[in-house]
């Protein structure tokens, strides 16, 4: 299971700081990732990370502004996200998956997913 939190509202150029923890078994998984969703639009990659190594990837929309990472003692999946734009606004989803594929890009690659938490940047 996995349970993402962290979304809210701020202004263009704010910060937000998404967490997903997983939990309720043993969680065993290759990477893990965030995803956003915004309305009328697909489900896309934002950033993702190797559990073993730490590893990163971002969309080009990221680069320089989102920061992925992992805490492995907590099972917890962190984004950072800085200097936040108004298109950057839609429903984040944490996912996690088996394969060994890098980077994980496509959303079929993914096994779970969380439940999804807003992030809504005003102008």
């Known amino acids: 299971q996995l349970q993402a939190s962290g979304g809210g509202l701020v202004q263009a150029g704010g910060s937000l700081r998404l967490s997903c923890v997983a939990s309720?078994?043993?969680?065993?998984?290759?990477?893990m990732g965030w995803f956003r969703q915004a309305p009328g639009k697909e489900r896309e990659l934002v950033a993702a990370?190797?559990?073993?190594?730490?590893?990163?990837y971002y969309a080009d929309f990221g680069k320089g502004r989102f920061t992925i990472s992992r805490d492995d003692a907590k099972n917890t999946m962190y984004l950072q996200m800085n200097s936040l734009k108004p298109e950057d606004t839609a429903v984040y989803y944490c996912a996690s998956t088996y394969s060994i594929t890098w980077p994980p890009a496509r959303n079929p690659m993914y096994d779970y997913w969380g439940q999804g938490t807003q992030v809504t940047v005003s102008s």
């Open positions: 309720g078994r043993t969680f065993s998984r290759s990477s």
């Open positions: 990370i190797r559990w073993s190594t730490g590893s990163t």
